[in-house]
Each structure stands twice: as structure tokens, then as C-alpha cells.
């Protein structure tokens, strides 16, 4: 999804609706795709929801009421938390609260008293069994001017709180968290912190600002085309629908030979898991054939460990690697610390590799002391501390994206910026930033898995920023698949091997176009 600043988007809805596009047909579309999110994201296995709006009296509110009709349609457990009284409310949003009431009544649900004091909210809270419960932030959106009026501000305090105390509470900010600037990024005095933001026809820039990582969360494109955003920025969120093209059907007459080759190069003692993780993402990604390499000290160690379908080759030294057939080479995972003559080796193999390299861990640290230089069919997947081996004059506070631009500047290659929203730069493209994942995903192994899968969709024959894009977006899908579907049941609980577990899941759930 693009990137546009609230004075454009204001622009392109004032464009949709002398078009003919009514804002209140802005306003049902939204509601419907997010309404629609909300439901994919929340765990199923439940089948009561309770759910609380906090609403302004803005579009943003409007949003959030609508949204919450359907949820009641859905069969959900509802109720309003309102900063103003109806006669204060907007055109938009009195003409939504007219209709959730009038949907209402037709329903068993009982609504909070909306002049309830927060200590009745949470008596009411204490009562109702341990269900889910979603928390809609829709006190403000584009429309927000200046500091929190009083109003709002106790309503996001309450949030906050509610969030902090409920470990069953998930919240949803409607387009934007409330108190974080929409354009940069900057977090007021007080500011929603949300499990999920619904951004509504295009990312603000300031969602993608280091500074608002923690109260954005998950952030979750939902696609508004009435809206015909003419963007400044060239960089963007990646979702499904910018996917779905690379998950295209097989031909049937496939076969391994033709379905790509990895070359890996991987596994130390004390990091055998590293090689065990990266072949499988490979083969997983849907490779025809992974080769792993190994040393001899290694060799009878990692033959032994490694999936029954990955073929295991000895060699004297890295030397004597000869992998013509190959498409792609990953080098890194767990590789430990080589001696001069295998370094040689590899930088020699690196440099006259004619597929996709795709370099990670151990392989970035050894390029990095080497000051090798990198090329057009290069992929690096850098956490934060190989970034900054890479380099090392950049200060510890620099954003992450000038820490992208400053090595684009010297280098050709794909670079992957691992971490909460992780970028994938290349030289003259926009930026691309990741929207799934969360901190589940803090943990070893992910790395591993990540790097197999960009060399596995390499060897298929995407792009290096293809098969970046698409690898780092199925890691998250998947790591949220393996929670929410109970395999790791918390997020705290989820390991490497459940995400990889979860690979298949997540490529169909995006060719589903899922958020
Ligand atoms: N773009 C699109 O095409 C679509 C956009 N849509 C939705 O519309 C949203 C934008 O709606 P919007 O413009 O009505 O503004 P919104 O954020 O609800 O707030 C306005 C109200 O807030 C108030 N207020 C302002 N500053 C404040 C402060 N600091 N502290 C406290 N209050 C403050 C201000 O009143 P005031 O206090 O100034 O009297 C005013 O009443 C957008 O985010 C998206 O959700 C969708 O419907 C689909 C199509
Ligand atoms: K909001």
C-alpha cells in the first residue's frame, strides 16, 4: 500500500467525491474492510467477542461506529465509550450513531451507559467472563489538530489502562492511533498504544516512523480504491495484493530440476540448528533441490540432523565448491568463524556467482570485516547489530531508514532490514516496509528461516526484491498463523520451527489476500 501524507488523502477524497463517490460510500467501504480485518485477526476459536468503541465525533468515530455494526452483525458482544453526546457529534458520525442504535435495537445487546465512570467500565469488565476483548480507537484520525483536548485524553489514558490490565484485550486504532502524529511520527502526551492499526486507503508516513513502532503495532492495509491517491513517496507497506502476483499456480509438467537449486553454505558446531532451519525454509519455499556444504568436522554432524530431503555434500574447503547449477547461494546461518583460506574461498565464490546470493549472519560479519562490495544479485538480511557492522560510522540513533540509504549508497544489493517493520531497500526503488510478524518473532532461529526463504524464492526466479518482499512478509504471516491457530497458543511461546511449520498456511492466506 502507498504512502501519502492527510492533506493528500484529503485531496484524493475531495477528487472521488466530485466523481460522484459519496463519503458516506468512503465511509461503508472502509468500515466493511476493516470490520473484515478485525474478524480475520481475532482468534477464532472464540465465539463470543465482547467489543468497546471509544469514539469522537469526527469521520474517525463514524468509522469506528459503522465498524462496529457489523461486528454486532457478526454476532459480537458491543458497546460505545463516547468523548461527546450525540447532539455534538459530526454529520457523518451522528448519521452512524443513528444507525448502530437503530441495528441495536433489533439485537439482545445492551450498550454501556456512555457517561460511565472508567471504575464502572472495569466493575462491568470483572464481570464478564474471560472472552476477547477487541477495544476500537476511533477518537481521532486525519482530522486531528494540535494537543489532546481533555476529552479525548482521559479516553486514551482509559485505553492505555485497559489494554495494561486486560492481558485479553487487543486494541484496534482505526486508521490512525490516537496521539501519534499522522504525518511524522511524533507521540504526544498521550497516545494509543495499539496491538493493530487499520490504515484506510494509504499509510501515513508517520506510521512507518521508528518513533511510532510501539503504539502502530501491527499495521493492517486496508485498500479503499475509490480513492485515487497520487503519492510523492515512492516507498510502501507491503501487503498481500502487492503479493499475490509472485504466488502464481505451477506449471503441472514442474519437475525438481526445473523448480530451482539452492546452494547452501551454513552450520558450525554449537549452530547446527542455523543449517537444519535455513535448508528447510529453502526447500519449504517450494525449491526443487537444496545442497548443503559442509567441512568435514561438520559434515558427519549436520548429514545426521538435516531433513532426509536435503542432500548433504563434504568438501575439503570451500574451494572446492562447483555449483553451476544452482540459482541461488546462501551463505551465513550459523557459519561460525572461518580460517583466512576458507574466507578467501568464499569471497571468490560470492564474487563470480552469476545467481542470487543471499548473505546472512555469520556470512554478513565475514563481508563486513572484509569490506567485500556488493552487487545487484546480492541479498544481506541484517538484524540491527550486523547493520551496524556494516557500518560502523553510522551513530547508535540514526533512523533505520537513513541506515538503508547510507548503504544503498555504496552498494547495489537488496538489504533487508530486520526488525519491528522491517525494510527491504534497493538502489533507485522506494523503500518497502514490512506490515506483518510482531514480537513473537524476537527470538533465534527467524533469521535462519528467513534467509532460506529468500534463497528459495530466488532459485524459483523472482528478483532478489521480489523474493525479499515476499519472504519477509510469509515469515510474519506465518509466525501469526502458528499463534493465532494455538500451535505456540501465546506469543511468547512461538519458536523458528513453528513459523517454518506454518510456511504453506501463510502462502495461501496471502494469495487469499489476507491483512
Ligand atoms: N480520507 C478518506 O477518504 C476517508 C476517511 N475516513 C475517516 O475519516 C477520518 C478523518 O475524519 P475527520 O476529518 O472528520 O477527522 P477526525 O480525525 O475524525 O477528527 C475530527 C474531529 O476531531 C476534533 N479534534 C481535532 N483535533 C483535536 C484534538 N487535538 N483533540 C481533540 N479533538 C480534536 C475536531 O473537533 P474540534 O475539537 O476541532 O471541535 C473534529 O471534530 C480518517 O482518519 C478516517 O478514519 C473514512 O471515513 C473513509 C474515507
Ligand atoms: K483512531
Redesign the pocket.
Given at each position: 500500500m502507498k504512502l501519502a501524507t492527510?492533506a493528500q488523502?484529503?485531496e484524493?477524497?475531495t477528487r472521488?467525491i466530485d466523481a460522484g463517490v459519496s463519503?458516506y460510500t468512503?465511509?461503508e467501504?472502509?468500515?466493511s474492510g476493516i470490520a473484515d480485518a478485525i474478524i480475520q485477526q481475532t482468534d477464532a476459536r472464540n465465539e463470543e467477542i465482547f467489543c468497546i468503541a471509544y469514539i469522537?465525533?469526527?469521520?474517525?468515530?463514524?468509522?469506528?461506529l459503522?465498524v462496529l455494526r457489523r461486528l454486532m452483525a457478526h454476532g459480537w458482544n458491543v458497546h460505545i465509550r463516547a468523548?461527546y453526546s450525540a447532539e455534538d457529534?459530526?454529520g457523518?458520525?451522528q448519521l452512524q450513531w443513528e444507525k448502530f442504535h437503530d441495528a441495536e435495537a433489533s439485537t439482545l445487546t445492551t450498550e454501556l451507559d456512555v457517561t460511565a465512570e472508567p471504575t464502572l467500565l472495569r466493575r462491568k469488565l470483572a464481570d464478564i467472563p474471560r472472552m476477547p476483548i477487541v477495544i476500537l480507537d476511533?477518537?481521532?484520525?486525519?482530522?486531528?489538530?494540535?494537543?489532546?483536548?481533555p476529552?479525548?485524553?482521559e479516553l486514551v489514558q482509559e485505553i492505555n489502562e485497559l489494554r495494561r490490565t486486560c492481558s485479553n484485550a487487543t486494541v484496534w486504532a482505526?486508521?490512525?492511533p490516537t496521539g501519534v502524529h499522522?504525518d511524522t511520527g511524533e507521540i504526544?502526551e498521550n497516545a494509543v498504544q495499539a496491538d493493530y492499526t487499520a490504515a484506510?486507503?494509504c499509510i501515513k508516513p508517520g506510521l512507518i516512523a521508528d518513533t511510532a513502532t510501539s503504539h502502530v503495532g501491527r499495521l493492517v492495509p486496508v485498500p479503499?480504491n475509490?480513492?485515487d491517491i497520487q503519492p510523492e513517496y515512492s516507498d510502501e507497506v507491503i501487503d498481500s495484493p502487492m503479493l499475490s502476483r509472485l504466488l502464481v499456480r505451477r506449471p503441472y509438467e514442474l519437475y525438481k530440476n526445473k523448480a530451482g537449486r539452492v546452494a547452501v553454505i551454513a552450520g558450525s558446531i554449537g549452530m547446527l540448528g542455523a543449517a537444519q532451519l535455513c535448508t528447510e525454509a529453502a526447500l519449504r519455499a517450494g525449491v526443487g533441490l537444496v545442497v548443503l556444504y559442509c567441512l568435514p568436522e561438520t559434515y558427519p554432524l549436520l548429514a545426521a540432523r538435516v531433513s532426509p530431503e536435503i542432500m548433504v555434500k563434504q568438501v575439503q574447503t570451500y574451494k572446492n565448491i562447483d555449483e553451476d547449477d544452482a540459482q541461488a547461494l546462501l551463505i551465513g546461518p550459523g557459519l561460525g568463524q572461518l580460517d583466512n583460506a576458507n574466507q578467501l574461498a568464499l569471497h571468490a565464490l560470492v564474487s563470480c556467482f552469476d545467481g542470487t546470493v543471499v548473505l546472512d549472519a555469520d556470512g554478513i560479519n565475514l563481508a563486513a570485516e572484509r569490506s567485500w562490495r556488493f552487487e545487484k544479485n546480492h541479498i544481506l538480511t541484517p538484524h540491527p547489530g550486523e547493520m551496524r557492522r556494516l557500518l560502523p560510522s553510522a551513530g547508535m540513533n540514526t533512523p533505520r531508514k537513513e541506515l538503508v540509504n547510507s548503504f544503498l549508497y555504496n552498494h547495489d544489493a537488496t538489504l533487508v532490514l530486520k526488525g519491528a517493520r522491517t525494510i527491504i531497500g534497493q538502489r533507485r526503488q522506494g523503500m518497502l516496509y514490512n506490515s506483518t510478524g510482531g514480537p513473537s518473532m524476537a527470538k533465534g532461529g527467524q533469521g535462519d528461516v528467513l534467509a532460506g526463504i529468500c534463497a528459495g524464492l530466488a532459485a524459483q526466479g523472482m528478483m532478489p526484491r521480489d523474493a525479499a518482499a515476499l519472504a519477509v512478509y510469509l515469515c510474519g504471516r506465518a509466525s501469526e498463523l502458528a499463534v493465532s491457530r494455538g500451535c505456540s497458543g501465546h506469543e511468547r511461546a512461538l519458536t523458528a520451527g513453528d513459523t517454518l511449520r506454518h510456511l504453506g498456511a501463510a502462502m495461501q492466506s496471502t494469495a487469499d489476500l489476507c491483512y
Amino acid at each position: 500500500m502507498k504512502l501519502a501524507t492527510c492533506a493528500q488523502i484529503r485531496e484524493a477524497e475531495t477528487r472521488a467525491i466530485d466523481a460522484g463517490v459519496s463519503a458516506y460510500t468512503l465511509m461503508e467501504t472502509a468500515a466493511s474492510g476493516i470490520a473484515d480485518a478485525i474478524i480475520q485477526q481475532t482468534d477464532a476459536r472464540n465465539e463470543e467477542i465482547f467489543c468497546i468503541a471509544y469514539i469522537g465525533k469526527g469521520n474517525n468515530a463514524g468509522d469506528a461506529l459503522s465498524v462496529l455494526r457489523r461486528l454486532m452483525a457478526h454476532g459480537w458482544n458491543v458497546h460505545i465509550r463516547a468523548a461527546y453526546s450525540a447532539e455534538d457529534m459530526e454529520g457523518l458520525c451522528q448519521l452512524q450513531w443513528e444507525k448502530f442504535h437503530d441495528a441495536e435495537a433489533s439485537t439482545l445487546t445492551t450498550e454501556l451507559d456512555v457517561t460511565a465512570e472508567p471504575t464502572l467500565l472495569r466493575r462491568k469488565l470483572a464481570d464478564i467472563p474471560r472472552m476477547p476483548i477487541v477495544i476500537l480507537d476511533g477518537l481521532l484520525g486525519s482530522g486531528v489538530d494540535g494537543p489532546l483536548k481533555p476529552a479525548i485524553a482521559e479516553l486514551v489514558q482509559e485505553i492505555n489502562e485497559l489494554r495494561r490490565t486486560c492481558s485479553n484485550a487487543t486494541v484496534w486504532a482505526i486508521d490512525i492511533p490516537t496521539g501519534v502524529h499522522p504525518d511524522t511520527g511524533e507521540i504526544g502526551e498521550n497516545a494509543v498504544q495499539a496491538d493493530y492499526t487499520a490504515a484506510i486507503g494509504c499509510i501515513k508516513p508517520g506510521l512507518i516512523a521508528d518513533t511510532a513502532t510501539s503504539h502502530v503495532g501491527r499495521l493492517v492495509p486496508v485498500p479503499l480504491n475509490d480513492l485515487d491517491i497520487q503519492p510523492e513517496y515512492s516507498d510502501e507497506v507491503i501487503d498481500s495484493p502487492m503479493l499475490s502476483r509472485l504466488l502464481v499456480r505451477r506449471p503441472y509438467e514442474l519437475y525438481k530440476n526445473k523448480a530451482g537449486r539452492v546452494a547452501v553454505i551454513a552450520g558450525s558446531i554449537g549452530m547446527l540448528g542455523a543449517a537444519q532451519l535455513c535448508t528447510e525454509a529453502a526447500l519449504r519455499a517450494g525449491v526443487g533441490l537444496v545442497v548443503l556444504y559442509c567441512l568435514p568436522e561438520t559434515y558427519p554432524l549436520l548429514a545426521a540432523r538435516v531433513s532426509p530431503e536435503i542432500m548433504v555434500k563434504q568438501v575439503q574447503t570451500y574451494k572446492n565448491i562447483d555449483e553451476d547449477d544452482a540459482q541461488a547461494l546462501l551463505i551465513g546461518p550459523g557459519l561460525g568463524q572461518l580460517d583466512n583460506a576458507n574466507q578467501l574461498a568464499l569471497h571468490a565464490l560470492v564474487s563470480c556467482f552469476d545467481g542470487t546470493v543471499v548473505l546472512d549472519a555469520d556470512g554478513i560479519n565475514l563481508a563486513a570485516e572484509r569490506s567485500w562490495r556488493f552487487e545487484k544479485n546480492h541479498i544481506l538480511t541484517p538484524h540491527p547489530g550486523e547493520m551496524r557492522r556494516l557500518l560502523p560510522s553510522a551513530g547508535m540513533n540514526t533512523p533505520r531508514k537513513e541506515l538503508v540509504n547510507s548503504f544503498l549508497y555504496n552498494h547495489d544489493a537488496t538489504l533487508v532490514l530486520k526488525g519491528a517493520r522491517t525494510i527491504i531497500g534497493q538502489r533507485r526503488q522506494g523503500m518497502l516496509y514490512n506490515s506483518t510478524g510482531g514480537p513473537s518473532m524476537a527470538k533465534g532461529g527467524q533469521g535462519d528461516v528467513l534467509a532460506g526463504i529468500c534463497a528459495g524464492l530466488a532459485a524459483q526466479g523472482m528478483m532478489p526484491r521480489d523474493a525479499a518482499a515476499l519472504a519477509v512478509y510469509l515469515c510474519g504471516r506465518a509466525s501469526e498463523l502458528a499463534v493465532s491457530r494455538g500451535c505456540s497458543g501465546h506469543e511468547r511461546a512461538l519458536t523458528a520451527g513453528d513459523t517454518l511449520r506454518h510456511l504453506g498456511a501463510a502462502m495461501q492466506s496471502t494469495a487469499d489476500l489476507c491483512y
